[in-house]
């Protein structure tokens, strides 16, 4: 007896190997200490019943004891080792996921891109231009008299000498004829700087999209028809647009184009200050003295020209009352617009 209770003793020191057993260890331990034929514990376990009864309840009733020990620190370790499954690289793979975020592009910049997919329709490509130029550029090539407010430093953005912040995209008119010949078509969409306030309606940095189309035979038809194709395009097929007679240096005769008010849709509110009507872009045909400051022959081609501001587009579309909600990078503004 006294062996069997030996025997046991030793056995009871196998119950600290458990907690640290790999999977396959602790199956080896089962088989070697509880398995059915020839498992340690099981050897002792069928010498009980050959025992004198004192010895028999001493040994079976610690042989039992150890058992369930035994059997109570291995499913303690099975369970263990099974959640220990699910951590890949310290990484709790049953814990929730986290919501996915879905990012999108800018309102300015799917109004941008649905802008000039439009005039790509209609045969114009989209070009860029640099976001610095020369007063060349920007003013002199463009007709402007070199007594203009708009050279003036309290207007522009200089960057040093005669190199200043584009006010607009126009210049793109000069590098295109400049470089192509015509027949000419293009859209370019385009930061531009000017020294404004940041208010409800202004921002010092803005988008433009410049238009373009220079040929021979362009006349003023070409260009009310591309426009109000344009206007009908962007808002809805029913839109009305007038021309409004104006001036720019670089187009002669110059128009600014106006469209139905979206917010009342003609009869008169706040948003068109009772008119019923919206401006939505500075346009015309383009100036002579532009073509022939690009060396071309103002008699053989003539051409129309327009600049309109893509955020004030999105604001008029979307009722969106401040120009500074483009800027702000308010998320809760911004994802409104996610499509
Ligand atoms: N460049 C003008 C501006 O920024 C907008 C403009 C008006 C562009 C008439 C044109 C145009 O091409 O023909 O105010």
């Not at 009871?12 to 514990?41: M, N």
Request: glycine share 8%; net charge negative; aromatic share 10%.
């Amino acid at each position: 007896m006294s062996d069997l209770l030996a025997a046991l003793n030793s056995l009871r020191e196998r119950l600290k190997e458990i907690p640290q057993a790999d999977e396959r260890r602790l199956q080896e331990l089962k088989t070697e200490l509880l398995g059915r034929r020839s498992g340690a514990l099981t050897e002792i376990l069928k010498a009980v019943p050959g025992l004198e009864p004192d010895e028999r309840r001493r040994v079976g009733g610690t042989a039992n004891a150890l058992k369930r020990e035994l059997e109570g620190a291995i499913a303690a370790r099975e369970q263990e080792l099974k959640r220990g499954a699910t951590v890949v690289a310290g990484v709790d793979l049953t814990m929730p996921a986290r919501p996915q975020w879905r990012g999108g592009l800018h309102l300015v910049t799917q109004v941008v891109d649905e802008i000039c997919d439009i005039f790509k329709e209609l045969g114009f490509t989209r070009v860029v231009g640099p976001e610095a130029e020369t007063e060349r550029y920007n003013f002199y090539a463009l007709n402007f008299p070199k007594d203009h407010p708009a050279l003036d430093a309290q207007d522009s953005f200089y960057l040093g000498g005669d190199v200043v912040l584009r006010t607009h995209t126009s210049p793109v008119q000069i590098r295109t004829l400049e470089n192509y010949p015509p027949p000419i078509r293009i859209v370019v969409p385009g930061r531009c700087y000017r020294r404004d306030p940041f208010d409800a309606s202004h921002s010092p940095v803005f988008e433009q999209i410049e238009g373009f189309a220079v040929d021979e035979g362009i006349t003023f038809v070409d260009f009310k028809a591309t426009l109000a194709t344009f206007a009908r395009r962007i808002f809805s097929p029913t839109t009305k647009v007038r021309f409004r007679p104006s001036y720019f240096p670089f187009t002669e005769p110059s128009a600014e184009m106006d469209v139905q008010c979206q917010i009342c849709g003609g009869s008169g509110c706040a948003a068109c200050k009772q008119t019923g009507w919206m401006e939505i872009l500075g346009s015309g045909m383009v100036h002579p003295a532009v073509l022939e400051n690009c060396k071309l022959d103002s008699e053989k081609y003539t051409g129309f020209a327009w600049g309109m501001g893509p955020e004030r587009i999105a604001m008029l579309r979307y009722g969106i009352p401040d120009i500074r909600l483009f800027f702000d990078s308010d998320v809760r503004f911004l994802e409104q617009f996610i499509r």
